[in-house]
């Protein structure tokens, strides 16, 4: 439940509103800033859908965290990665996204990296975005857990 801060009084007009079809993550970061009206970043505890139409290349990466959660799974040479990519060569007219991320499964911290056109397509539920100090200070809260029901 929501207390009823100004933010989340603002939060609150904008639950299920979708963004979309932005041609940079700063215009997308910027109609995002305006709704909530957040200063400094913002964490987003929930689910994000982005599609990239005409993708030339890629590349994930997941660093794996110990089945307990508690810090990131050594071997010999290290923290133990798990990675893939795809596509050749990359024209000078594609962008590079840069998406950090946790990941559930494989579990750990990830980063994927798309060439892809200018344009993107990206729905978020606004009510899933808080101030990026909430999440700092209370990871146990506003981490995202698996919602039954929804």
Request: proline letters at 4%.
């Amino acid at each position: 439940m929501l207390s009823e801060s100004p933010l989340n009084k603002e939060l609150k007009k904008h639950v299920g509103q979708e963004v979309g079809n932005y041609n940079s993550y700063s215009s997308l970061y910027k109609e995002l800033k305006k709704h909530l009206e957040v200063d400094g970043d913002i964490y987003v505890a929930g689910m994000v859908s982005v599609i990239f139409p005409n993708v030339e290349a890629g590349v994930i990466e997941v660093a794996l965290f110990k089945e307990s959660g508690e810090g990131f799974l050594y071997g010999p040479e290290g923290i133990v990665r798990v990675t893939r990519s795809w596509g050749n060569t990359i024209s000078s007219s594609k962008k590079e996204y840069y998406i950090d991320f946790i990941s559930d499964w494989p579990f750990g911290s990830g980063n994927l990296r798309i060439y892809a056109e200018n344009e993107f397509i990206h729905s978020i539920d606004v009510k899933d975005c808080i101030p990026l100090s909430w999440y700092v200070e209370n990871p146990e809260k506003y981490a995202y857990q698996t919602r039954v029901g929804d």
